[in-house]
């Protein structure tokens, strides 16, 4: 039987009532904007799942942060999850679809690991097809919804399959939200890509600063670059 969690140096994730469990390339998500945020911003997290992100920017940001999530089950391990932390007087979570739900404020930044395997093959329980694909939220919806919701200076992270990644950059350009920085992600130097981490903005930039990162080396240990960026989480790093 799998661990029903995954404890991290400041705080432990729960996660057997989630379809969508902990993995590395929302960590890596999580911990790349942990560094970017402003502080004392408004902090959204769509589709919040454990509490991950949430923890994950908490354990960094000083400001609030909020969380909004659809599924019932999920969206009760979330509460706990939260509960439990030492940062609960700063997080805020609602139950229910982000597309109808009216948040009493914009937010200054938006961060999401949307259900984005729209049009790829279906998972065999609903509950993970509603936290892998992009049945009940597409990404021209999401797209909708983060212009909504966010403040006009105001900026967003997504993580998407690396297949995705320009189909994504034009979607976003068509709303007028425009790539600000890009993290390409692979397993190994033999892999090829198979997750963007995306920045975007209203503002048009000239350059567009882009990285790359290995999770580990062609020995199989994590790399130097994967290890400082994730020291403050993982509890053996």
Request: with cysteine.
């Amino acid at each position: 039987m799998p661990n029903p969690y995954f404890q991290f140096k400041q705080f432990t994730i729960y996660q057997d009532q989630c379809a969508m469990k902990v993995c590395t390339d929302a960590c890596i998500l999580g911990a790349w904007f942990a560094e970017k945020m402003p502080s004392y911003s408004l902090v959204l997290d769509i589709g919040s799942g454990t509490g991950l992100l949430m923890l994950m920017l908490a354990q960094r940001h000083k400001g609030q942060i909020e969380g909004i999530e659809l599924d019932l089950a999920a969206f009760k391990q979330l509460k706990e999850n939260i509960k439990q932390s030492k940062w609960k007087d700063d997080l805020r979570v609602y139950p229910g679809d982000v597309r109808i739900h009216s948040f009493p404020h914009k937010f200054d930044f938006i961060i999401t690991n949307p259900p984005f395997f729209e049009g790829d093959p279906v998972a065999a329980s609903e509950s993970a097809n509603l936290a892998r694909h992009s049945k009940e939220l597409t990404l021209a919806e999401l797209l909708t919804v983060i212009d909504t919701n966010l403040e006009s200076a105001g900026s967003f992270g997504i993580l998407l399959p690396y297949h995705r990644v320009d189909y994504f950059i034009e979607l976003a350009g068509l709303r007028q939200f425009y790539l600000q920085e890009k993290l390409l992600v692979r397993q190994t130097p033999r892999h090829d890509f198979f997750r963007g981490i995306l920045h975007f903005s209203r503002k048009k930039e000239r350059f567009v600063p882009g990285s790359e990162l290995c999770i580990k080396n062609e020995a199989g240990v994590y790399t130097e670059e994967f290890v400082e960026l994730m020291k403050d989480y993982y509890l053996y790093l």
